[in-house]
């Protein structure tokens, strides 16, 4: 039986429709705080200099660039969808190939 649509997360594209695809790797800014402890040197210094310290961690936010791979698939129609591994689980390679195969079949 052939498939006549292509299905990525919940989204059913018909593959009569659609008109090109390309693969690429976006960046994507992640921001998150994250807990560092004082390392021991510094714990030391920080104990005889000052007897009420508190070893607390001391929080640091923190920003990094995140790569993830990206499919776009365009459409006669003019629409295009993105879809991200970041976004939906799908496994890139059996999507490309069942569009490389209902591409070179038109």
Do not use: A, C, H
Not at 96 to 106: C, I, P, Q, V, W
């Amino acid at each position: 039986m052939e498939k006549d649509f292509i299905e990525i997360g919940s989204k059913r594209i018909p593959l009569s429709d659609i008109k090109s695809y390309e693969i690429t790797t976006e960046q994507l800014k992640r921001t998150y705080t994250e807990k560092k402890k004082r390392n021991w040197f510094v714990r030391i210094i920080l104990l005889f200099t000052n007897p009420g310290f508190v070893n607390e961690p001391k929080e640091v936010v923190v920003s990094r660039l995140i790569p993830f791979v990206v499919i776009i698939i365009k459409t006669v129609q003019g629409d295009e969808y993105r879809f991200s591994k970041n976004e939906y689980v799908f496994d890139i390679q059996e999507k490309t190939r069942e569009l490389d195969e209902y591409l070179n079949l038109k």
